[in-house]
T-cell receptor, first 117, second 115 residues
Framework: AQSVTQLDSQVPVFEEAPVELRCNYSSSVSVYLFWYVQYPNQGLQLLLK??????LVKSINGFEAEFNKSQTSFHLRKPSVHISDTAEYFC???????????????FGEGTQLTVNP | DTAVSQTPKYLVTQMGNDKSIKCEQNLGHDTMYWYKQDSKKFLKIMFSYNNKELIINETVPNRFSPKSPDKAHLNLHINSLELGDSAVYFC??????????????FGEGSRLTVL
């Protein structure tokens, strides 16, 4: 079984400030890790993912996340946020076990990032 | 073209009614899912179908019945609606079969309100 904990349910910041959204996971096997973003009244979109290789992964809009195996964390960061980054952010984990029944993505409870002017 | 489309986007109905939500994906994916997002934004998987075959069935009341006429469609029928069924239901799809690396593509959600 696997689980995801997002440590902050709400993160308010001012525009151009740095931000970190924290995510910790628990799994008995190796995992893949994801961050999804949900803008108001929309579905979830993949922001970035860690599958293998470099532990630092980046998105096209300036977000980055670092996989830390020893701390079982995958925190999301951005050095300078924009008002348009206001959204709900979900961390998710999927185990690496291949099975005929397919895999399931387990989501954290989400972090609402609100960027104020 | 919308990759994963759901209809209706909004649905308001009375307790006890039966309703359906439809989902279609034009991505050629093999696996489709239904997720439920409650008022606190928590996402929980309900069902997963692979090539029309049910592969994940979480602890969901049997009032919920998914149907997949072909691998591009996954519909959700709900009988005897209850107040607690009010939520946003998301359809999603994924390419790989038996692999965990593919990302999920989500529809825009169907907001169900039971009065």
């Amino acid at each position: 079984a696997q689980s995801v904990t997002q440590l902050d349910s709400q993160v308010p910041v001012f525009e151009e400030a740095p931000v970190e959204l924290r995510c910790n996971y628990s799994s008995s096997v190796s995992v893949y890790l994801f961050w999804y973003v949900q803008y108001p009244n929309q579905g979830l979109q993949l922001l970035l993912k860690y599958l293998s290789g470099s532990t630092l992964v980046k998105s096209i809009n300036g977000f980055e996340a670092e996989f830390n195996k020893s701390q079982t964390s995958f925190h999301l960061r951005k050095p300078s946020v924009h008002i348009s980054d206001t959204a709900e952010y979900f961390c998710a984990v999927s185990d690496r076990v291949k099975r005929a029944s397919g895999s399931r993505l387990t989501f954290g409870e989400g972090t609402q990032l609100t960027v104020n002017p | 073209d919308t990759a994963v489309s759901q209809t209706p986007k909004y649905l308001v109905t009375q307790m006890g009614n039966d309703k359906s939500i439809k989902c279609e994906q034009n991505l050629g994916h093999d696996t489709m899912y239904w997720y439920k997002q409650d008022s606190k934004k928590f996402l929980k998987i309900m069902f997963s179908y692979n090539n029309k075959e049910l592969i994940i069935n979480e602890t969901v009341p049997n009032r919920f019945s998914p149907k997949s006429p072909d691998k591009a469609h996954l519909n959700l029928h709900i009988n005897s609606l209850e107040l607690g069924d009010s939520a946003v239901y998301f359809c999603a799809s994924r390419r790989e079969v038996g692999s965990n690396t593919g990302e999920l593509f989500f529809g825009e959600g169907s907001r169900l309100t039971v009065l």
